[in-house]
């Protein structure tokens, strides 16, 4: 059993930047890839980005390409979301998610590990 906890989330001003935090627990040796996805007020959830387990690969939607940076470090057991330049388009509920296998990948389905989300709210 794999168990993640994002935190970092708040209410910023657009312009302003946040960082996310996703800690993994349990059994952390089963995760390899990791990501995160958000979802606004009823739409679907998105992917927003993707890092391997070794950090080598890294993929980012296009909205948030030059904006956001993902990162890890795997001796924590953690990956990050730095958030700049934040959007009120960027508002949503963002979850930590994990697969077993190594490589990322954008597709929401891979991932097995989910965590609960944390909520970013971006005013104008």
């Known amino acids: 059993q794999v168990q993640l906890v994002e935190s970092g989330g708040g209410l910023v001003q657009a312009g302003s930047s946040l960082r996310l935090s996703c800690a993994a627990s349990?059994?952390?040796?089963?995760?390899?890839?990791m990501g995160w996805f958000r979802q606004a007020p009823g739409k679907e959830r998105k992917f927003v980005a993707a890092?391997?387990?070794?950090?080598?690969?890294?993929y980012y939607e296009d909205s948030v390409k030059g904006r956001f940076t993902i990162s890890r470090d795997n001796a924590r057991n953690t990956v990050d979301l730095q958030m700049n330049s934040l959007k009120p388009e960027d508002t949503a509920l963002y979850y930590c998610a994990g697969r077993g296998y190594f490589n990322a990948v954008k597709e929401e389905n891979m991932y097995e590990y989910w965590g609960q989300g944390t909520q970013v709210t971006v005013s104008s």
């Open positions: 890092i391997s387990l070794s950090g080598d690969s890294i």
């Open positions: 349990g059994r952390i040796r089963s995760v390899g890839a």
